[in-house]
């Protein structure tokens, strides 16, 4: 089992910058690759950003590309997302997500462990 738990959200201006970290429980953290989704009201869980169990090779979704990094600290058992230069439609709650198998994946169904979510608001 692995336990995940999502903090740094908050409301922020346009233009600003937030990072989300996601601290994992278990000693298999290393293994597995991790990923963030975000769900804004209305609408469909989608991917936004992945790395793999070594943090050697990520993926990113076209519309955070060039403005949010994900990266990851296993001595730690954390992963980060650091996002700048937040536009409104931005605003949604993050999900972090571990997949039990050490490539990066952006398909919801590939991630095998969930946290309960952060919520992040940009005004514009």
């Known amino acids: 089992q692995v336990q995940l738990v999502e903090s740094g959200g908050g409301l922020v201006q346009a233009g600003g910058s937030l990072r989300l970290s996601c601290a994992a429980s278990?000693?298999?953290?290393?293994?597995?690759?991790m990923g963030w989704f975000r769900q804004a009201p209305g609408q469909e869980r989608e991917f936004v950003a992945a790395i793999n169990w070594s943090g050697g090779s990520t993926l990113y979704a076209d519309s955070v590309k060039g403005r949010f990094t994900i990266s990851r600290d296993n001595a730690k058992n954390t992963v980060y997302l650091q996002m700048n230069s937040l536009k409104a439609e931005d605003t949604a709650v993050y999900y972090c997500?571990?997949?039990?198998?050490?490539?990066?994946?952006?398909?919801?169904?590939?991630?095998?462990?969930w946290g309960q979510g952060t919520q992040v608001t940009v005004s514009s």
């Open positions: 997500a571990a997949r039990t198998r050490p490539q990066a994946g952006s398909e919801r169904d590939e991630y095998d462990y």
């Open positions: 278990g000693r298999t953290f290393g293994w597995y690759a």
